[in-house]
């Protein structure tokens, strides 16, 4: 056989087994493809054709923002329960929370999770997985968030919330308007600076220099697109090699500026961890934490360095400490500023509800200064109502948050077999008309038994899922409420409020043709831009 005959046969020879192999891999796909759609467990759920082949379906819709809105359609079109990835199922109802998010039930976090992990790859309270890791993490943190906790923050939430009203009458016009707001921006000025205050000791002073900080806030949201595509496939935290090229992953998310804000927010909390370390070091030596450095000396920082799990005595580390310090920043900042900014587009688009507000709250407070958390604020019933129906029509997290089944497990009457991942799509439950008539408009007063009745308030509550429920639900929630009742109350009360002329839409979604509603791109939590307001101070509260 000459040179270019034997050439000639291996070329043959390799096209050949290249051949076989690429034909194999076609019958093993198209085997995988048929088993998951018509043979496997999952396939009398109904749902989309793609969802039912692979998670990048879902991974796919989340790199849109629009997973909340997508399974709110998905639900209207299948029923309760609707297939959304080769494992997973997502169920619209308020017996499918009970079922799924309940502490005593056998599911954990899904392995989405394992995919968020932060700080060197150390869980924190928010990504662990595994349950007796979780409940000691729980045990000490949960007390950083003690009614004793709560009330000596508040005049370190109430400080930035002076200047956050200062703020809205900036450079106003010879009327008394203000210039307008993007409010999603200012509120997270706002819940950024109290998360900063309570874990570092000092706030980032976004509302007093917009400019300065407030690539803090960039950071965090660039950060969540990758986020929220991570949550949607499982992969990235159940297969070793997805795990370690997660972070390569995540830069086809971001451009340079994005990396750059990244960068100066890590190189940022490092400099004040640091800062705060010294600090507490000087407590330690006896030195009085006030003097050092003009705070209060009780924040969230110091109570979990102080605290202890009570049943093993074990206190965090350093490591551990600050782990949880960025999460929390993180888990604490853009999700209050999303309801507080769809709390304003709601009031701002009804001047009926805006006026029922006032009225309740200058019959309860004499003047602004008295409007402080405590019994005569939590009478303010109606307040309530309308922060409860904000996080109704605009969820800070309005998707869908998975757990897995530990055991072959039965929800809404269907048996998953273990291994299962499962959720309650939180926007789609929470514009099911089962629970909520009239789903999309914004009514405080569904929430009043006095005027709908026992019965129809016991519906909605029972949907209700902003904070979540069970042993993983949300540790931050009383102070959130702190800061969403202040804030809103003490606003209210002193200013008009009016939406910016020609600025109106670009808040708003119609995920039902015809009905506005504030819109929110969901990333896990959710980044929002608008709705763009101005405030006037109110004739009868100037003194
Ligand atoms: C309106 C504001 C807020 C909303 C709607 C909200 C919502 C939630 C939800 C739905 C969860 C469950 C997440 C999951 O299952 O994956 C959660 C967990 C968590 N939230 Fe919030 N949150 C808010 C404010 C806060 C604040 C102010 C803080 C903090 C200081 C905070 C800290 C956390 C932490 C640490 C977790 C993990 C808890 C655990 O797994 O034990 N959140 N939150």
């Given at each position: 056989?000459?040179i270019s005959?034997?050439?000639?046969f291996?070329?043959?020879?390799?096209?050949h087994?290249l051949?076989?192999?690429?034909?194999?891999?076609?019958?093993?796909?198209?085997?995988?493809?048929v088993?998951?759609?018509?043979?496997?467990p999952?396939a009398?759920?109904?749902?989309?054709?793609?969802a039912?082949?692979?998670?990048?379906?879902?991974?796919?819709?989340?790199s849109?923002g629009i997973?909340h809105?997508?399974l709110?359609?998905l639900?209207?079109?299948y029923?309760?329960?609707?297939r959304?990835?080769?494992?997973?199922v997502?169920f619209?109802s308020?017996?499918?929370?009970?079922?799924i998010?309940?502490?005593?039930?056998?599911?954990?976090?899904s392995?989405?999770?394992?995919?968020?992990?932060?700080t060197g790859g150390?869980?924190?309270?928010f990504?662990?997985i595994d349950?007796?890791?979780h409940?000691?993490?729980?045990?000490?943190?949960?007390?950083?968030?003690?009614?004793?906790a709560?009330k000596?923050?508040e005049?370190i939430?109430?400080?930035?919330?002076d200047?956050?009203?200062?703020v809205l009458?900036?450079?106003?016009?010879?009327e008394?308007?203000?210039?307008?707001?993007?409010?999603?921006r200012?509120?997270?000025?706002?819940?950024?600076?109290?998360?900063?205050?309570l874990?570092?000791?000092?706030?980032?002073?976004?509302?007093?220099?917009?400019?300065?900080?407030?690539?803090v806030?960039?950071?965090?949201i660039?950060?969540?697109?990758?986020?929220?595509?991570?949550?949607?496939?499982?992969?990235?935290?159940?297969?070793e090699f997805f795990?370690?090229v997660?972070?390569?992953?995540?830069?086809?998310?971001?451009?340079?500026?994005?990396?750059?804000?990244i960068k100066?927010f890590?190189?940022?909390s490092?400099?004040?961890?640091?800062?705060?370390?010294?600090t507490?070091?000087?407590?330690?030596?006896?030195?009085?934490?006030?003097?050092?450095?003009?705070?209060?000396?009780?924040?969230?920082?110091s109570?979990i360095l102080?605290?202890?799990?009570?049943?093993?005595?074990?206190?965090?580390?350093?490591?551990?400490?600050?782990?949880?310090?960025?999460?929390?920043?993180?888990?604490?900042?853009?999700?209050?500023?999303?309801a507080l900014?769809?709390?304003?587009?709601?009031?701002?688009r009804?001047?009926?509800?805006l006026?029922?507000?006032?009225?309740?709250?200058?019959?309860?407070?004499?003047?602004?200064g008295e409007?402080?958390?405590?019994a005569?604020l939590?009478a303010?019933?109606?307040?309530?109502?309308?922060?409860?129906?904000?996080?109704?029509?605009?969820?800070?997290?309005?998707?869908?948050?998975?757990?897995e089944?530990?055991?072959?497990?039965?929800v809404?009457?269907?048996?998953?077999?273990k291994?299962?991942?499962?959720?309650?799509p939180v926007?789609a439950?929470?514009?099911?008309?089962e629970?909520?008539?009239?789903?999309?408009?914004?009514?405080?007063?569904?929430?009043?038994?006095?005027?709908?009745?026992?019965?129809?308030?016991a519906?909605?509550?029972?949907?209700?899922l902003?904070?979540q429920?069970g042993?993983?639900?949300c540790i931050?929630?009383?102070?959130?409420?702190?800061?969403l009742?202040?804030?809103?109350?003490r606003?209210v009360?002193?200013?008009?409020?009016?939406?910016?002329?020609?600025?109106?839409?670009?808040?708003?979604?119609?995920?039902?043709?015809?009905?506005?509603?504030?819109?929110?791109?969901?990333?896990?939590?959710a980044?929002t831009?608008?709705?763009?307001i101005?405030f006037?101070r109110?004739?009868e509260?100037?003194?």
């Open positions: 056989m000459s005959q034997f050439l000639s291996e070329r043959d020879q390799v096209s087994v051949g076989v192999l690429l034909g194999l891999g076609v019958a093993w796909l198209f085997s995988v493809a088993y998951r759609v018509w043979f496997h999952l009398g759920i109904p749902g989309p054709f793609l039912k082949l692979t998670d990048f379906y879902g991974g796919y819709i989340a849109k997973n809105y997508h709110y359609e639900h209207k079109k029923g309760v329960a609707v959304y990835g080769p494992n997973r997502s619209n308020a017996k499918a929370i009970r079922d998010y309940s502490s005593t039930k056998p599911l954990q976090k392995a989405g999770y394992r995919a968020l992990l932060l150390i869980p924190s309270l990504s662990s349950k007796i890791f409940g000691r993490r729980r045990r000490i943190i949960g007390q950083g968030f003690s009614e004793a709560m000596s923050y005049p939430v109430q400080e930035r919330i200047r956050f009203s200062d009458i900036r450079d106003a016009d010879n008394g308007w203000g210039r307008g707001y993007d409010m999603s200012l509120c997270a000025g706002l819940t950024f600076d109290v998360m900063a205050a874990i570092f000791g000092r706030p980032f002073r976004i509302l007093e220099d917009p400019k300065g900080l407030s690539y806030i960039d950071a965090i660039s950060a969540g697109r990758s986020v929220g595509i991570f949550h949607h496939l499982p992969i990235f935290g159940n297969n795990f370690r997660r972070g390569l992953f995540r830069l086809l998310f971001l451009n340079m500026q994005d990396i750059r804000n100066h890590l190189t940022l490092n400099a004040m961890t640091e800062e705060r370390s010294k507490e070091a000087a407590r330690a030596a006896g030195e009085d934490i006030v003097k050092a450095q003009g705070t209060p000396a009780k924040d969230i920082f109570y102080d605290a202890k799990d009570p049943e093993t005595g074990m206190h965090l580390s350093y490591t551990e400490l600050w782990s949880e310090a960025r999460v929390m920043i993180i888990a604490g900042s853009d999700t209050t500023s999303t900014a769809g709390a304003f587009y709601y009031l701002s009804d001047r009926e509800i006026e029922k507000l006032r009225k309740e709250l200058h019959a309860a407070f004499a003047t602004e409007i402080w958390p405590g005569k939590t303010c019933t109606y307040l309530k109502h309308v922060v409860d129906e904000a996080l109704r029509m605009s969820s800070p997290i309005g998707g869908i948050l998975w757990r089944t530990q055991t072959d497990y039965i809404e009457g269907r048996h998953l077999p291994g299962t991942d499962v959720g309650v926007y439950t929470h514009h099911n008309p629970y909520y008539p009239d789903p999309h408009t914004f009514n405080p007063d569904r929430w009043d038994e006095s005027v709908v009745g026992a019965e129809a308030v519906a909605a509550k029972s949907a209700w902003p904070f429920t042993a993983r639900s931050g929630r009383p102070l959130a409420m702190m800061e009742m202040l804030t809103l109350a606003t009360y002193k200013y008009d409020i009016r939406v910016e002329a020609g600025k109106e839409e670009i808040a708003e979604t119609e995920v039902v043709k015809g009905v506005r509603e504030f819109k929110t791109r969901d990333q896990l939590t980044a831009v608008g709705p763009f101005q006037k109110r004739e509260t100037v003194q």
